[in-house]
């Protein structure tokens, strides 16, 4: 039986429990401690901490507080690191909870945080999605049913001082440029009371709090990078920055495409992992590492055969953009969803299929001025239809009856 | 026997053949006509039309004349063929040719077009690639050798005049908005001898010459796309603009990374392809498309063990952008090239494998404001050695005594 | 979360539970009943009933009790299923339980049973495999580990009386033809009380365990085929041949290779499936099935650069033999076994590397008279070194301090 | 231009070509020599030497002389090779010729070699299929296309006498256990005039082709295996038994099923290989070789999507044999055809594709006595149509109106 180091509640409030955190800062105190070579587990909350329900109703979606996310499970101290080693992490196993085999994925409000296609499709929905042991299909999204690429979407080592006064001054840079932008260019530190700082009390809690770095970003300690193929099975080496390297993580995914363009983001679950946690001595200047490395998982869907989607860095309004790879990703997603509309799904419901389906988003062209060619991989197994284009033109598989939840902004 | 429809002599200049082109404009005739469900073949240039040798000196590359490329077989004329429809290409097979079998990469000075890394290579360099079989390996760098993935950078139909306008306006403004940058922001029409109109001729060409696109962006049509997986054994579904489509295409490639970083560019090379034809009728509203879709093929070098590499949207500077993959990307490969300097090789080097390997690029993370973040995904199996992070730390595998030639700026 | 319709306690004896059975007939009374359409969770005993322990010693291997084997959960009725239908079965998971991390692989003894290699290691031998998450590893076999191809060795339906008498008549014919051979020819009912009926008593119990047959080979109905690849999200669809379907399952292989060769057996272990039944009317006659038919998993190990080992059919003494298979399987995997033995393995971990590992075994030629040939496929990713042939040689990676418990026949 | 050191003309007649032989045996003069480290081309006939024509006339397969078969170019003796040594081929290319884009399968009469069906398809039947680039179909077999998975069907090194001696008296034992049996038991050396022994003449011919063994069977230095795997892209380590190994080969395929079970054989066909040559001095005592091992290419159909039918080895009438792999894989065969009739293929299509598709034969379970389990993998992306099992039953996709040319005997 392997040890849980780190158990939650989900019919408590995160905020409750000393093992938690919602911050970077390097005074956050360590939750448990491990020796290299330790395999164990541990548990997360979803990295809302529970305020997305399992029903019809987008609401929730809509008035989410994101201020409290992301809710990590951590930090985890490895007896020896210092910084300068790498970390080294196998992600031997991830799972969702028995007692709660479902996820959800959403947009938010345009209001509130927005999303890849915000301009799109700027009001809250969601879509509930149930797990069918290592399948997952959705009652608000028919004629679609995948195995889970199950990955933490958020997982990293915490920041010394110098790195995180880093992040928040070039941060701050940015959001000056346009302080009043909605959605925000960037997500500062508020030291207000949705900071979760673990175990730290007082005025040793408030100052981190005050100056603890968002977890929304990926940044070089990793985080939040979203990856779909970080998953189980996977082999993760970390940069270390402090004494007892202090491993967090969460935002456990069942499922997700390559850009997480929903936002809210892949399919979205409470859940554990099982981890192994060994050192690489002084590994970052051995390796010339600035950033996470990784090797994936021996073990992933094979869902290979894939209709490609490709885009270009002209935007909706027909302006030429500089070898802007982020708007050329945007054209091919939009151009996805146009073509799967022809099978009948709402617009809403291809922009979730997008976000949760494992679907490739690659890099194409980048250097052919001034056009970026970005292209999406839109895998067609995962569909109980045929997908691919013929002479008569596509069977609306889809009658409309059933769509995503959608709540208006108040 | 297949017919061979469009033939090319590496000897001669591509200027003396009639069916060959190097601007996209209506008026261009067909160099040919076939049959839907005709399969055919059609021999192109090497995108510069020869003017890189097989050697040992990169003042070629320095050289470049660029307002020659890229040099296009075609156009084909399919029967039946209108605009709205769709082209149905059938890539059967492609190769280099006997008597040439080998190919180049490199980077073009920062004073001629540059590429994806210009800043940190300015200067013109050049790698040669030999080809063994369905392998290739380069006597400048040495330790990997690659199946090739073949496939053309450049494959698309004629654009009619209005959406050729619509390129030549979008791509002035930008140019505008810095006209004198180097490099430049976009490649404009410019009418001059460069400009081959293939059998137009006089006032027609002229008129053709000064306003017809560069070949350099990919556009609605495809064309310059450099998808790597547009290979040998892919189906792909062109928009047709004119009567008859006008397919054309060229600047193949023995294999290539995901971006083609080098810009000069992925192994390029002269050779064959072997393709057939056919329409879906009034596709282009049926299925909702605007670009080009593919559906992959079922033969691919099955590299698929890969050390992976995070880049996020903050710059070499320290700078903080805004959800820009194109920078994320780039921070991603120049992680991968100091990973691969500590086994010896130069950072040009390093720089040419992410070139010219069959490297993924993903779109990991598009929404975490306000970091994109980008993934590099290294095959291992290319490396004739160990390539894994271990606790000894790297062994130092090249001795440097192999590099890329290099000429300076005149 | 989802119903366990059957559980199994691992400290109690499988013949206290009612809803176990290790006979094939007809009459055993169903454990219970479900709709099509339902999924539900099924707890399994591994194959022994937990004879074989966690230890380093293989007495238990060599006193193996194979008149009780295998034990099964089951049968469960399907409301609805008749004769002539198509039960699907999707696998949705499969696992270990958590407090049983661990699973077994040994030979019997020549005297009880055997395996594939039997006259070269005539002797009891085991090996005990660790569960991290979704690999193993073995104390008794050091330099390898694998994601586990998780499947149970053993499901099928009930058999109608007709079909129940065929089996036993025709291998009591074979039986017949060397009634004291060991290994025996065919394990034939014996009615004694080792037979476990399930919840059948007295009379109907006897009578029924008189002509029930034994679990032991691969059937019409499918049973103990031991495939690799009918594993976790794999689709099943079953001959029915009594109202009900009657379906059983157990035997449940963390990893195992094709064959199955060392027969004591794959990596075997208690467990539990989660399943999903329904049913295709009239399905045998539609598709003209005789054998299940299934549709593998898109989630299995990517275990795909191999070393591969021919073999043809002349066996160990040098004597040819006409088209035989299994002669010339049997000399691939001598030839494996030869090779590994150079890099420091002894022969008994070898075979059980071919027993437990996902190596394929592939009828590689079966026409070209007088010699079939077979190759073993030996996926290289598995090992921690290099397996490659190279021009200085094996390296001697293990030092033959560490080898598999042996226990002498008494 | 890589050179060709073997040609052949496809209009003459292979026994005018001093550089192709047709039995084995040490005293075959070496056709030309090569250095280790060399790369060159290889050109070959089909393995009947042209006796198979591109019509619509099945009377040239009964008609077959196959005392001719099959017609090597070689061999090839490498420089410094000894007896002991391994030699390493790296496959580097295979191609048919561009004036004979096209292959042939078919079954053999019963009464002239018959086949794996031979008891349900015993008269002569064929089949040609055009070769689309890296595709091919077949006119005689609507519904199916596939990307080729081209190998050369017989590759290996001149025996030395002992070696051959060994061959000759097991086979001779194996024959004379039933001399009159048809098809025959084995192929014994004949000395008459269709033995071609390359540049060898006179008295040393006589001799030679006297006890020269037929090329039929796979043997310990491989020889005619048939592993469709060993394919363009792969590395194979070959015994040498004699000074210059005297590699030969021939047999060429395009396509092929695991077991190439319709004997004639796969997708026949006339072509070239380009390879590379190299030396592990001593291999065989270094790695323990007999057979030779090999590493499959990096490159092959991606077609890994299947319908996975099951065998035992109870034979056609009931009949219960002991762990026979060869019954228990015909048993697969024939539900698999069974299966492929109910969408309207004939018989004879149907075993065809089973012959020519990357179908794939395992051996799945070989010690649960009595029944040995064999599995046939049916990749479904072969086909234009859904393949799988659903409710409604098949779709007849095929009308019966075309079907396999067949020839009745005389």
């Not at 701050?172 to 260019?185: E, G, I, N």
């Not at 030291?191 to 408030?206: I, Q, T, V, Y």
Request: proline share 7%; hydrophobic share 35%.
């Amino acid at each position: 039986m392997t040890d849980t180091l780190i158990k939650v509640d989900l019919d408590t409030s995160p905020y409750d429990n000393e093992m938690i955190h919602n911050r970077w800062h390097p005074d956050i105190p360590m939750a448990c401690w491990v020796e290299p070579g330790d395999d164990f587990k541990i548990e997360t909350f979803d990295w809302t901490g529970g305020q997305i329900k399992n029903d019809d109703d987008a609401a929730d979606v809509r008035d989410v507080d994101l201020s409290q996310v992301h809710f990590l499970s951590g930090p985890i101290g490895v007896k020896g690191a210092e910084p300068g080693d790498l970390l080294v992490v196998d992600i031997l196993d991830i799972g969702a909870f028995d007692h709660s085999l479902w996820g959800f994925n959403g947009f938010f409000s345009k209001q509130n945080g927005g999303g890849f296609l915000t301009e799109h499709y700027p009001l809250a929905q969601k879509s509930i999605w149930d797990f069918e042991g290592m399948f997952t299909k959705s009652r608000h999204i028919p004629g679609v049913r995948y195995a889970g690429l199950i990955h933490p979407g958020l997982i990293g080592c915490l920041p010394d001082q110098k790195m995180l006064d880093t992040w928040n001054s070039r941060e701050k840079a940015l959001f000056d440029t346009d302080p009043t932008r909605v959605p925000t260019l960037a997500t500062l530190p508020d030291g207000g009371p949705s900071a979760h700082m673990g175990r730290l009390k007082g005025e040793a809690r408030d100052k981190a709090a005050a100056e603890g770095a968002r977890t929304v970003p990926p940044r070089e300690h990793g985080g939040n990078c979203d990856i779909k193929d970080l998953s189980r099975g996977s082999k993760v080496y970390f940069p270390v920055y402090v004494d007892g390297a202090g491993l967090s993580m969460g935002d456990l995914h069942f499922s997700q495409g390559d850009g997480e363009i929903t936002f809210c983001g892949a399919i979205e679950m409470a859940g554990w992992l099982h981890i192994k946690v060994s050192l690489i001595k002084d590994g970052m200047a051995k390796y010339g590492i600035k950033n996470p490395i990784f090797r994936p998982s021996p073990m992933a869907p094979k869902y290979d055969d894939f209709l490609i989607f490709e885009g270009i860095s002209v935007d909706e309004g027909g302006k030429q953009h500089y070898l802007d790879v982020h708007i050329a990703y945007r054209q091919a997603c939009l151009n996805a969803i146009e073509y799967l509309k022809k099978f009948g799904y709402s617009g809403a419901q291809a922009y979730s299929i997008l976000g949760t389906a494992p679907v490739q988003g690659h890099i194409s062209g980048v250097v052919d001025v001034p056009n970026a060619c970005a292209t999406l991989w839109l895998p067609t197994d995962i569909f109980e239809f045929d997908l691919m284009p013929g002479v008569d033109g596509p069977t609306k598989y889809l009658d409309g009856s059933v769509d995503m939840p959608l709540a208006p902004d108040l």
